[in-house]
């Protein structure tokens, strides 16, 4: 079957979702903004019971991995993405959806071969950059003495 340039574009516009650019933009700004407003109030909370602001920093991100974490495990984290796009991806919950995600999804597989070597599927180039621009970055501050 043969078609011209022309008709090709027309049955691909037929096919094709209309992009709701502006809606998803919104939407992942206000739950991108919710998640760090929710960050701030935990923040606050902990600073708020005595802790000094750098354990309060440490539990405050502890506290969003264990719910990004728990939302997974529910399988209500993937509900709110698909609202929130990009959202839920940047934040620090993003992260730990995507380190529990695939450990839930292969925990048949076993401890070793599905829960350890599955967990960091996603996750794990992003450790590895991090871990190597860190080590180039400490490099480059003790050569230059900064």
């Not at 995507?98 to 292969?106: D, G, L, M, N, Q």
């Not at 967990?119 to 860190?134: D, Q």
């Amino acid at each position: 079957m043969k078609i011209s340039q022309k008709e090709y574009q027309t049955l691909t516009n037929e096919k094709s979702p209309d992009s709701k650019i502006v809606k998803n933009c919104i939407g992942a700004f206000l739950t991108g903004g919710l998640i760090c407003t929710l960050g701030q109030g935990l923040f606050d909370y902990y600073v708020t019971l005595g802790a000094a602001e750098s354990n309060a920093r440490a539990w405050t991100s502890v506290t969003l991995v264990f719910l990004g974490v728990l939302l997974t495990a529910l399988k209500l984290y993937d509900s709110i993405a698909k609202y929130a796009g990009a959202g839920t991806l940047v934040p620090i919950t993003g992260f730990a959806n995507s380190v529990a995600s695939p450990a839930i999804e292969f925990k048949s597989e076993g401890f070793i071969l599905g829960l350890g070597a599955k967990m960091f599927v996603i996750a794990g180039p992003v450790i590895v950059y991090g871990t190597l621009a860190g080590v180039i970055y400490g490099v480059v501050m003790m050569i230059f003495n900064l």
